[in-house]
C-alpha cells in the first residue's frame, strides 16, 4: 500500500497494527512511532491476533515487509497489506522519519 492510503487510514480511525519488522539497529536509526515492532522470528504475539485483524508490515524496503505480509497470509491472515518503498515510503509522509 502506499504511505499515503496508511495515512488516509490512521486518519480515518481504521483499525490496524502496523507491524516495523526491521532489525533492532535499523530501528535505532529511524523509530516510527505508530509502529509496532515485533521480531519475525517471534510471531506468537501475531499469531495470537484474530485471523480478520488488519496487518499492515513495514520494513527497510518493500521486499522485506513484502515477504512478511505474504507469510502471515499463508497462516490464515486475509487482510495483510505492506508499506511500499519501506521505511524511505514511509518518511515521505513523516519528514520526522529520516532516511538512511
Partial sequence: MHP??????FEKGERLQLIDVRPEAELARAR???ARRIDPAYRSELDALAKDAKLVFLAHHSSGAQ???RSYYDRGFR????VVGGIDGWATMDPAVPRY
Fill in 4 to 9: 499515503a492510503d496508511l495515512v488516509r487510514w
Fill in 32 to 34: 516510527v512511532g505508530v
Fill in 67 to 69: 515477504a512478511a505480509a
Fill in 79 to 82: 487482510n495483510v497489506w505492506y
